[in-house]
T-cell receptor
Framework: ETGVTQSPTHLIKTRGQQVTLRCSSQ?????VSWYQQALGQGPQFIFQ???????GRGNFPPRFSGLQFPNYSSELNVNALELDDSALYLC????????????FGPGTRLTVT | AQSVTQLGSHVSVSEGALVLLRCNYS??????LFWYVQYPNQGLQLLLK??????LVKGINGFEAEFKKSETSFHLTKPSAHMSDAAEYFC?????????????FGTGTKLQVIP
């Protein structure tokens, strides 16, 4: 059984640029959630996808967008990067909704300069 | 709106002592409650969860938590701390409403275990 994987591990971008982060869910899982974890903070819920449809969203602006593919892998896209977007981005997969258990990937560390 | 409060951003205990990490939540409907552990430079690992049923839930690594609706609390305990328990712990609430879900995490508690 393959766990949740994320790519890339680290990324450095410049303010104003766009970035795409990728997540492969655990085998058999059809729900993916994305979180932003700033340094010293708890994860903040960005959004969740269930069977390729957005199924919940936190308080993030529209420049944060996502996609889930038929194989249930997912992308997080952030446009017009700001310095405050620097954070660890975590992806979690689960089976169905409501979510009883989530399995987290190791995260992507994004630095915006 | 739901929220999660973790009292104490840092907690220190001696090896072998009781671990108590506090979590209070606010929610207009019965929530699902979770505790996660995060080791440095890693993702989060589920320790335990409460959805329905028995209010005392047992998790991995000897941790347990009790859901107290009257106190809106879900404190995490372990009878005897081990050095390997040193990590950051997060309490989380999942609220399901109209088929949509929103997950809220607390700000975390860093546990230090003193030999």
């Amino acid at each position: 059984e393959t766990g949740v994987t994320q790519s890339p591990t680290h990324l450095i971008k410049t303010r104003g640029q766009q970035v795409t982060l990728r997540c492969s869910s655990q085998s058999g899982h059809n729900t993916v959630s994305w979180y932003q974890q700033a340094l010293g903070q708890g994860p903040q819920f960005i959004f969740q996808y269930y069977r390729e449809e957005e199924n919940g969203r936190g308080n993030f602006p529209p420049r944060f967008s996502g996609l889930q593919f038929p194989n249930y892998s997912s992308e997080l896209n952030v446009n017009a990067l700001e310095l405050d977007d620097s954070a660890l981005y975590l992806c979690a997969s689960s089976l169905g909704i409501p979510i009883y258990e989530q399995y987290f990937g190791p995260g992507t560390r994004l630095t915006v300069t | 709106a739901q929220s999660v409060t973790q009292l104490g951003s840092h907690v220190s205990v001696s090896e072998g002592a009781l671990v108590l990490l506090r979590c209070n939540y606010s929610s207009s409907v019965p929530p699902y409650l979770f505790w996660y552990v995060q080791y440095p430079n890693q993702g989060l690992q589920l320790l335990l969860k409460y959805t329905t049923g028995a209010t005392l839930v047992k998790g991995i690594n000897g941790f347990e938590a009790e859901f107290k609706k009257s106190e809106t609390s879900f404190h995490l305990t372990k009878p005897s701390a081990h050095m390997s328990d040193a990590a950051e712990y997060f309490c989380a609430v999942t609220l399901n409403s109209g088929g949509y879900q929103k997950v809220t995490f607390g700000t975390g508690t860093k546990l230090q275990v003193i030999p």
